[in-house]
């Protein structure tokens, strides 16, 4: 019984690894890309060890970029199609797989190909198309980012994914702002990324402050998913109080509505939020000199 269901099992497991070498074979061919981009993009929301089979295949990343660039023209004046949006959407899905396998990630930056995403971003349209295409670009910056080290946040701050990111905020929809917030966060998290937003460049720690307060401001509490944004955005800012000059700046920066009681209902079923938000406030109070002489700069989430 057991030798039979392990035969049953590895003959599934035959008949998907031939299926996805089809699927692969398939994006060569201009008239089957479509419904493989399709296919494969499901089959990598099941797994995703086929990344690096991807990368590796002849052509298949030029397919890709070819892709990509296609669409350029209909980005400004927005006139994308949803069939197209979704087609170069499952793309992204691909290269999402890729930014998360450890295999293939760093390959990914070193080719550059992620630059040839920022158009995406650059876009302030709100049409439903571009606001999908826009997602799924900051979904595979997202898992770039996801597991950091120095080589992928020098490569963020170099190519100025910083700044495309308060694009979005400012200009993305729901979704789009709280993956946005979540990629800025994770640059902060980061010793080079604290420096890069509150170093001699002061205009960029503003400039977020400013933003996020904004977006703070105009919060709508009834939505459920907007509790998602708002912990990003406390992170966020828990995370600037390491720098002892922004600690200090965010006494006069830190939104209202994070130091009243505004959000205490919506955050109640989330102790640890809670006392993120505590904790933030408590540092602020004592401001940056303090917290530095008692070497708690550092201590961010204990």
Known sequence: MVNQQQTSSQTKENSKILLVHQLICNLLEPS????????????????????????????????????????????????????????VCNVLILLQGIASNLDTKTKLIESQLPLYLCPFLECASDTRPLENLRLCTLGVFHRLIKVSDTNVINFFLEKEIFPLCLLTIDKGGLQSKTVAVYIVKRIILHDEGLRYICGINTPRFFGLCGLLNSVVTSLDIGDRHSKKLLVQIIHCFLGLTVNARACDALRDYLPQKLRDTTFNDFLQDDPTICEHLRRLNSRIALGGQALLDAGNLNRIYE
């Not at 990598?44 to 350029?72: H, M, R, T």
């Open 32 to 87: 089957l890309r479509g419904n493989a981009l399709s296919d494969l993009a499901k089959e990598l929301k099941k797994d995703n060890s086929f990344a690096p089979l991807l990368w590796d295949s002849f052509g298949i990343i030029a397919v890709f970029l070819q892709e990509v660039i296609s669409i350029y023209p209909a980005i400004s004046p927005p006139v994308l199609t949803e069939e197209a949006s979704t087609k």
